[in-house]
Nanobody, 114 residues
Framework: QVQLVESGGGLVQAGGSLRLSCAAS????????MRWYRQTPGKKREWVAI???????IYADSVKGRFAISRDSAKNTLNLQMNSLQPDDTGVFYCNGVTDKDYWGQGTQVTVSS
């Protein structure tokens, strides 16, 4: 069983930055694939960033060049640095980890005002 807890969401003006963190109950590097998802009202939850066991990162086109996903072994967290935020980035951000199955955090709200 893996527990994931997100933090770092909040309200920010367009053009601003936020850093999300996801604390894991198991060693972060033991989770083979980790993702950040975003869900906006009325829309399907969509992935925005992926980090593989190898360290390779993959980004959705909508966030490429603005977001950066990383893992911190010292703090045992998955992170998402979000820069140049836009109102369309508003939503609930979820941390996802894949080991024997999919595990999800409870989500953290990000609101970007224009």
């Amino acid at each position: 069983q893996v527990q994931l807890v997100e933090s770092g969401g909040g309200l920010v003006q367009a053009g601003g930055s936020l850093r999300l963190s996801c604390a894991a109950s198991v060693p972060i590097f033991s989770i083979s694939v980790m993702r950040w998802y975003r869900q906006t009202p009325g829309k399907k939850r969509e992935w925005v960033a992926i980090i593989l066991e190898s360290g390779q990162t993959i980004y959705a086109d909508s966030v490429k060049g603005r977001f950066a996903i990383s893992r911190d072994s010292a703090k045992n967290t998955l992170n998402l640095q979000m820069n140049s935020l836009q109102p369309d980035d508003t939503g609930v951000f979820y941390c996802n980890g894949v080991t024997d199955k999919d595990y999800w955090g409870q989500g953290t709200q990000v609101t970007v005002s224009s």
